[in-house]
């Protein structure tokens, strides 16, 4: 059974770069898309982006200049990587796996725990 | 503001049967499949349903969803207080390439 689990450091300064890793384990990272989700405090789901285990990613437009993700399937982990923060970046960031081999539809299966990131100096 | 549209809130009492809507475009759920999640007290969200009235393994058939042209629509049945949590819809858009989720449905069981 895939489990999903995000990591990284819970504080960044404005302006700053957030960096976050979320850990596979108990399956491949082949033939799925990979996902980061985030959720601010009070409100609703946001998907910032996934990548592909061929190497291709797909962000959401309003991220997309800052966003980056990349995989490493030695060690089983996919990364996120966000510039210029701003407090309106703070949110749980969840990393989340696609339901379907080789698809990418918004139906997401499995989801790590989460991990909460405040932006503030 | 969310680019597919919820209610805000729901409510029911045990028992009752409670109907969530999801209001999108052609470009979404006029073309593409809903998926549905549930998301309880302090935890991640969970798929509750996909392409458009698909239960996974584990979701009981209390639940069920809908779908016509625009607008999609999840169902409860037999209303538990466990129910009781955030409900949110999920599609694919054409136009951004990429999924986009309603604003939430905070569920309230009386």
């Known amino acids: 059974q895939v489990q999903l689990q995000e990591s990284g450091p819970g504080l960044v300064k404005p302006s700053e770069t957030l960096s976050l890793t979320c850990t596979v384990s108990?399956?491949?990272?082949?033939?799925?898309?990979w996902n980061w989700i985030r959720q601010p405090p009070g409100k609703g789901l946001e998907w910032i982006g996934y990548f592909y285990y061929t190497g291709k990613t797909n962000y959401n437009p309003s991220l997309k200049s800052r966003v980056s993700m990349s995989f490493d399937t030695s060690t089983n982990h996919f990364s996120l990587r966000l510039t210029s923060v701003t407090a309106a970046d703070t949110a749980v960031y969840y990393c989340a796996r696609e339901l379907t081999p080789n698809y990418a539809v918004g139906a997401f299966d499995v989801w790590g725990q989460g991990t909460p990131v405040t932006v503030s100096s | 503001q969310s680019v597919l549209t919820q209610p805000p809130s729901a409510s029911g009492t045990l028992g009752q049967r409670v109907t969530i809507s999801c209001s999108g475009s052609r470009t979404n759920i006029g073309r593409n499949t809903v998926n549905w999640y549930q998301q309880l007290p302090g935890t991640a969200p969970q798929l509750l349903m996909h392409s458009d009235n698909q239960r996974p393994a584990g979701v009981p058939d209390r639940f069920s969803a809908s779908k016509s042209g625009t607008s999609a629509s999840l169902a409860i049945s037999g209303l538990q207080s466990e129910d009781e949590g955030n409900y949110y819809c999920?599609?694919?858009?054409?136009?951004?390439?990429?999924?986009?989720f309603g604003g939430g449905t905070k569920l309230t069981v009386l």
């Open positions: 108990g399956g491949s990272m082949s033939t799925y898309s």
């Open positions: 999920a599609v694919w858009d054409d136009t951004s390439q990429g999924p986009v």
